[in-house]
């Protein structure tokens, strides 16, 4: 093996400061002199603070990186007051190529040794010692966590990137490592050549900056300085017989033990990385069981290059380092409401015995199919019992991929009841969007009609497989192994009849009830996690606002309903529709679902629950409803709609489809699905004002709002009550999420700035902008992320839309911002009425009345009409403005023709 000495990087590699690197002497085991190359926070901590560092964070590198990894930590770190040191490994970087095999053991040996000579960690916390907080990635993981062991007493947290401390018996090798550690292939690949070195820069999922990818190879411009590249691939221990196994089971078995300690931990993980898979971070996650989680999605191998510093990787590592002091010192988060409320299947328990019909689901050119009462609860006794036997644990994920009816009613209270999380994560999603959602929930079980099972398997998604409906043939086949609910069914049976059998323990409020997916509409979706309380308040309250409970029975044509009826007590009947295609429901399948909970005049009158784009279809066939229809749904005392905005007119529309009926429409977020409500006459008594009123908070609900900077940003302090200006709007509720699921940072921004971000439980930052009136009354104006910085100030869209869709002609309209921050300027893309008006730029005249109507600060600066405005997938309601802007922004660059969209 060659020899070189240590040395300084070359000056203008993109990020990094020459003045940050040194040359360090330490001994090693050996007794051997060895240089390594570092980079070192402590001067800049004393010029951005004026201070000595509060602390040390220690980052080791991966293969086949270097300490450029970590360049755009550095003064941030330092301006939190913590001193980043980052060295290049030995036979690494700039280095000392030693000529020696360095394997696992030698190199966490090494670390320690020159963190010795440096002064880091030789005195422990207690003792007056500076904290050390390390942070890995890749290999650097790995060697950092063997440190970490090793100093407990100076150790304050630990950090991973994309690493793994334990490769599971049997699994292979991640697949596009093969070709690197194969006999005959290893030295030409990852030595010789600079193949591996490539293959690493390939794996960023967004092209690198002009000069990142020559810094990251500068150090390994000839096969003799890739000598430690091709060895630490080597020494990947693939068999338990490898000589560095023993070293990585150490390391392995000190990081679960820091784990159990609750030492404080963060894992930052890319999703898309062809190395580190889910199964090495659901690793990681059951050793740091009480660590925090932050997922980056549309991030790889090179998490750290794929998105900007201050958004990713630097930003929430400094936000975490900056929580660690105050989390010390931070009150037990509280309950948002004191109320001790009953178990959720305290309505299933008392119904258990009677045989009047709990779930109907309707079928086209089938008869429905029916479960009573005592039916419902034998089935989620069984299906409880059988999960249990099956090994699913308390606290266990199990994702329910079953659309609403008899099935999912049944699986959903038998895993709240066994104390499992039920992952919910709806077709609506899309193929993509769903196996987002349930490969970073990773379930240890997925339940899920054919359909869903074959996209499971076919697409890789984490979970033992069970089949609930019909399945044969070639198609059966395919699914591969699963085990059927019916046999998780009998087998549950068989063991809650048993004799001696003892009842399953019953989960407490605080343990986690469900993890459910936002519809995607502004970003990836994201997983909310509720616990049994805050779905016990959701229930009450849904119960109190709707006035549902035993006897009562609700039409659920939005899904998150079908579930929540049998909590309630309430016969629950679901209409012929497809539950990804909202807009499929007709108003004769919505009489045909009224009329099997409401057969005749005597029957209680039955609530209807439906998403806007449902509406819309159902007033669109209102004329084919025979007169028994007719009389059905002359039966529905209450209509809400929810999910998106809902126009005054159609729930006028919808109010004289369903002539009984109130009409309501529930205000709500998958964080907290009920905050505020109002009616069709509170709205038409409204008028239309800046925005869309969406009614009074709910009783034990407070509502404020947060003023909009010139950027945009809601910095401003929490106003409550009558007339809180227009800004980003802030709930506190009881049932309000427990956070979102490995999403540290976003969590942490979701509290920013309210007592939430103190331990106060309930707390939530919607996304949504608007004010509220003088009588205490909410009005939405749209979504934080859509909201127009001109010169004149923030402008949000929901006001100016409304006016434009006031228009003749006009059937839906997008306002959106095109232009820097602070400059924007208003573009409104309109929808016309029956395409009236030919997709491309508005004629003059249009264009004129669009810009007198909408009443922007700064004038309106294009007109676009388009065949239809995109939709989120779920709802099919939510325009999509961000799709729209960037669109129009193209357009207005003459990079795009107008009259083609592209959607």
Not at 108 to 115: F, M, P, S, V
Not at 654 to 660: F, M, N, Q, S, Y
Request: with cysteine.
């Amino acid at each position: 093996m060659t020899r070189a000495p240590a040395a300084l990087p070359p000056a203008g590699l993109p990020g990094l400061d020459p003045a940050w690197s040194r040359l360090v002497a330490f001994t090693d085991a050996d007794g051997t002199q060895r240089t390594v190359h570092l980079l070192d926070g402590a001067d800049a901590v004393r010029e951005a603070t004026g201070a000595e560092p509060v602390g040390v964070l220690l980052a080791v590198h991966g293969n086949p990186t270097w300490s450029y990894l970590w360049r755009s930590l550095l003064l941030p770190a330092a301006a939190a007051g913590w001193r980043l040191v980052a060295l290049d490994q030995l036979d690494m970087g700039f280095s000392e190529r030693t000529g020696t095999r360095r394997r696992l053991e030698r190199r966490i040996d090494d670390l320690g040794r020159l963190t010795d000579h440096l002064g880091i960690a030789t005195t422990p916390v207690d003792d007056g010692g500076v904290p050390v907080v390390t942070i890995g990635h890749d290999w650097g993981g790995v060697v950092s966590s063997g440190w970490a062991g090793r100093h407990r007493g100076a150790l304050a947290g630990v950090v991973l990137l994309n690493t793994a401390v334990h490769q599971p018996e049997g699994a292979s090798l991640p697949a596009i490592l093969v070709p690197f550690t194969t006999r005959g292939l290893h030295t030409a690949a990852t030595t010789t050549t600079d193949a591996f070195m490539r293959a690493t820069m390939g794996t960023a999922r967004r092209p690198l900056r002009p000069g990142v990818a020559d810094a990251y190879l500068a150090p390994y411009r000839c096969a003799s300085r890739r000598v430690g590249v091709g060895a630490f691939v080597a020494d990947i221990p693939v068999t338990p017989g490898h000589p560095s196994a023993p070293a990585l089971d150490e390391v392995a078995a000190g990081l679960s033990a820091i784990g159990a300690d609750r030492v404080p931990s963060l894992l930052v993980w890319g999703p898309g990385d062809p190395v580190f898979r889910q199964r090495y971070l659901h690793d990681l996650r059951t050793r740091l069981p009480h660590g925090d989680v932050q997922l980056f999605e549309g991030t790889g191998h090179l998490l750290v290059e794929d998105v900007d510093a201050e958004r990713g990787v630097a930003g929430t590592v400094v936000r975490w380092l900056e929580r660690l002091g105050a989390s010390a010192s931070a009150p037990t988060p509280g309950p948002a409401g004191e109320t001790e409320r009953a178990p959720l299947w305290s309505a299933l328990r008392e119904r258990a015995q009677d045989d009047a019909v709990a779930v109907a689901q309707l079928r086209v050119g089938a008869p429905a199919e029916v479960l009573t009462w005592r039916e419902l609860a034998t089935r989620v006794d069984d299906l409880a019992e059988g999960l249990a036997a099956s090994g699913v644990r308390r606290g266990d994920r199990v994702a329910l991929l079953v659309p609403p009816g008899p099935d999912l009613s049944a699986l959903f209270s038998a895993c709240l009841r066994l104390g499992a999380v039920v992952v919910v994560a709806d077709a609506g999603l899309g193929v993509k969007g769903l196996t987002r959602a349930v490969s970073s929930a990773d379930p240890a079980v997925v339940i899920g009609i054919e359909r869903a099972l074959l996209a499971a398997r076919v697409l890789g998604w984490p979970g033992r497989r069970v089949l609930a409906g019909p399945s044969a043939g070639a198609r059966r086949r395919a699914l591969g192994d699963v085990d059927l609910l019916a046999d998780l069914e009998a087998r549950g049976r068989a063991r809650r009849t048993a004799p001696g059998h003892v009842p399953l323990p019953e989960p407490s409020a605080s343990d986690q009830g469900a993890v459910l997916f936002t519809s995607g509409s502004t970003g990836p979706a994201k997983g909310v996690v509720h616990t049994h309380a805050t779905l016990q308040a959701l229930r009450d309250a849904a119960a109190e606002t709707c006035g549902l409970g035993p006897g009562g029975s609700l039409v659920a044509a939005f899904a998150p309903f079908a579930i929540l009826a049998p909590l309630l007590g309430a016969t629950c009947s679901v209409p012929e529709t497809d539950v990804t295609k909202p807009d499929t429901l007709t108003a004769a399948a919505l009489a045909r679902a009224v009329a099997a909970v409401a057969p005749d005049d005597d029957a209680a009158p039955p609530v209807v629950f439906a998403s806007p784009a449902a509406l819309r279809r159902v007033v669109a066939t209102a004329g084919e409803v025979d007169p028994a229809g007719g009389a059905a749904l002359a039966r529905v005392r209450l209509l809400l709609s929810a999910g998106a905005p809902v126009s005054t007119e159609l729930l006028a529309e919808a109010g004289d489809v369903l002539p009984r009926a109130e009409c309501r429409t529930p205000y709500g977020m998958t964080e907290g699905l009920l905050v505020a409500q109002t009616n069709l006459t509170e709205r038409q008594a409204a008028g239309s004002g800046e925005g869309v009123l969406v009614g009074s908070p709910l009783p034990g609900t407070r509502v404020a709002t947060s003023a909009l900077d010139a950027s945009g940003r809601a910095t401003g302090p929490l106003v409550e009550g009558a007339e809180a200006p227009t800004g980003e709007i802030v709930v506190r509720s009881p049932l309000m999420k427990d956070h979102y699921d490995q999403l540290w940072d976003v969590q942490r921004e979701s509290v920013r700035d309210t007592p939430g971000a103190e331990g106060e439980a309930g707390w939530h930052r919607t996304g949504d902008v608007g004010h509220l009136d003088a009588a205490g009354r909410v009005w939405v104006e749209g979504r934080l992320a859509h909201v127009i910085t001109t010169s004149a100030g923030p402008v949000t869209p929901v006001g100016p839309e409304q006016r434009t869709e006031a228009l003749a002609g006009v059937l839906r309209a997008a306002v959106v911002g095109v232009g820097p921050v602070g400059t924007q300027q208003p573009v409104v893309v309109v929808e016309s009425e029956g395409a009236a008006v030919p997709a491309g730029p508005a004629p003059l005249e249009l264009l004129d009345a669009v810009r007198a109507a909408a009443g922007t600060p700064v004038p309106v600066a294009a007109v676009l009409v388009v065949d239809e405005l995109p939709t989120d997938v779920r709802h099919r309601s939510k325009i999509d403005r961000t799709k729209v802007a960037a669109w129009a922004d193209q357009v207005l660059r003459g990079e795009v023709r107008a009259e083609r969209t592209g959607w």
